[in-house]
């Protein structure tokens, strides 16, 4: 008589190789989760380094600004003119007496020498930062992506007398300084920002800006001056490069 065989199904079988699939999957998963994970930290790194780029750019900006203001001093120190510097906002003033005579909104003749000598200034420390007529640069210039948006020419006066007058008395200033200015170096006016607008422009502020407290003769003194402001702009957000 045959012996037949009978095959023992075992019930623990199932469940072991369930409890196997389920362990794969959650591996999967984990290593799933750790990619995800390494992706979002490299693009926080790379967020926060842009980040530190554009910081690094605009404290950039304000040096070239200031070390531009600083020639300018510097160029006309050597000339036997002394005029201020304010880095923080960005301003070379001209005191009153070396322009005009009190209340006078012509320029005097030490004012004219003095205007055609920040004129050529001017040229040699803005062409670099500015688009000439042609487009051109000179070959000398440093490679930078900053650049000047504006150039303020700006009378101020001092509190005494009425608004009205102080208003037109500073409007007159700015404009002969500007008048002067441009006379003396024909290459100026070409001069422009990255849009191709001019850069060059006058405001006059009256009493209304003050570097002193008008209460007495010496700081009204100091008041009485034309300011040459310079507006620069950083790299277009464009040019801030990551580092990979």
Not at 41 to 55: C, D, F, I, P, S
Request: net charge neutral; proline share 5%; hydrophobic share 40%.
């Amino acid at each position: 008589m045959a012996v037949r065989r009978v095959k023992v199904h075992q019930d623990g079988d199932e469940p072991h190789n369930f409890f196997i699939s389920m362990t794969d999957m959650m591996v999967g998963m984990i290593f799933l989760f750790i990619i995800m994970l390494m992706f979002f930290a490299l693009k926080l790194e790379r967020a926060a380094t842009q980040g530190l780029n554009l910081v690094t750019t605009l404290t950039t900006t304000e040096a070239v600004r200031a070390n531009i203001l600083a020639d300018l001093q510097s160029d006309m120190a050597r000339q036997g003119i002394q005029v201020l510097t304010n880095p923080q906002q960005g301003v070379l003033s001209l005191s009153e007496s070396i322009l005009f005579d009190k209340g006078k909104a012509e320029l005097s003749r030490r004012g004219e020498e003095a205007i055609a000598i920040l004129a050529q200034s001017l040229y040699r420390n803005l062409v670099c930062y500015t688009v000439a007529g042609d487009g051109s640069s000179p070959k000398d210039c440093p490679t930078t992506s900053h650049s000047i948006e504006a150039v303020l020419i700006e009378g101020h006066t001092d509190s005494d007398g009425g608004d009205i007058a102080n208003w037109n008395l500073s409007v007159k200033r700015s404009f002969n300084a500007y008048q002067v200015i441009m006379a003396s170096n024909p290459d100026l006016p070409r001069l422009t920002n990255r849009n191709r607008q001019a850069i060059f422009s006058i405001a006059g502020y009256g009493k209304q800006r003050p570097a002193h407290p008008n209460d007495i003769d010496e700081n009204k003194q100091k008041n009485r001056r034309v300011d040459i402001r310079l507006i620069m702009v950083p790299p277009d957000a464009n040019d801030v490069r990551t580092t990979p």
